[in-house]
């Protein structure tokens, strides 16, 4: 009997052994993968600060800049892109994941435009700021009456130079760089999580075992 109750004790303490091994090689091979992911989004941030430093020396540091951005007198904007967070089971534990998701635009209802009271224009040579406002070609949206622009590049204008795009696009993928971040962080952490209950099981069916 006692026999028997050591053989099963020695196959639990065997499967934890085995399951903690898989699970410090995955946390190592997150964490070269963190990384890779972080040098990635330095290098995209990077690329796209000199983009956009390009474009403001071409059009001028008044012409981009926070003056452009929506203010609290501007009509309420929705966001293009937002994130979305759902929990994944792997290997006997959980974790968040977050998805990125952009706004269709082509959902949008058509027929209900909006001519913007959107931004202020920029200071003017003494300083003081103009109360016009710009058109962002807005559309209405049906479910909650947010007003969006369609493209928020043209906040800076309609011929704006070919960096302040590129600088666009450059954002737009650090952006899903930073998402891909949280993802591997969060597993990261529950994988973390989940080799301290192994171990602390190890050390309990040790303990147990020594006992008998």
């Known amino acids: 009997m006692i026999s028997t109750l050591m053989g099963e004790m020695s196959d639990d303490i065997l499967e934890v052994c085995k399951e903690l091994d898989y699970l410090m090689i995955h946390a190592l091979d997150l964490m070269e993968e963190q990384i890779k992911c972080k040098l990635k989004l330095q290098e995209t941030m990077k690329s796209g600060c000199l983009n956009l430093a390009k474009a403001r020396y071409i059009m001028g540091h008044n012409n981009i800049s926070s003056l452009q951005l929506p203010t609290e007198?501007?009509?309420?904007?929705?966001?293009?892109?937002?994130?979305?967070?759902?929990?994944?089971?792997?290997k006997n534990f959980e974790y968040m994941v977050f998805k990125l998701h952009t706004i269709n635009l082509a959902?949008?209802?058509?027929?209900?435009?909006?001519e913007g009271n959107s931004i202020r224009r920029r200071a003017s040579k003494d300083?003081?700021?103009?109360?016009?406002?710009?058109?962002?070609?807005?559309?209405?949206?049906?479910?909650?009456?947010?007003?969006?622009?369609?493209?928020?590049?043209?906040?800076?204008?309609?011929?704006?130079?070919?960096?302040?795009?590129?600088?666009?696009?450059?954002?737009?993928?650090?952006?899903?760089?930073?998402v891909q971040s949280a993802n591997i962080q969060s597993e990261l952490e529950?994988?973390?999580?989940?080799?301290?209950?192994?171990?602390?099981?190890?050390?309990?069916?040790i303990a147990i075992k020594s006992e008998v």
């Open 73 to 90: 007198d501007s009509a309420e904007i929705a966001a293009q892109r937002t994130v979305a967070s759902s929990v994944e089971t792997k």
């Open 107 to 114: 959902k949008m209802s058509s027929g209900e435009q909006e």
């Open 127 to 178: 300083g003081s700021e103009s109360k016009g406002k710009e058109d962002l070609n807005c559309k209405k949206i049906e479910d909650n009456g947010l007003v969006i622009a369609t493209d928020p590049i043209k906040w800076f204008g309609y011929l704006v130079p070919q960096n302040l795009r590129q600088a666009q696009k450059g954002f737009h993928a650090a952006l899903e760089l930073v």
């Open 190 to 205: 529950a994988t973390h999580k989940r080799c301290d209950k192994l171990l602390k099981l190890k050390t309990a069916l």
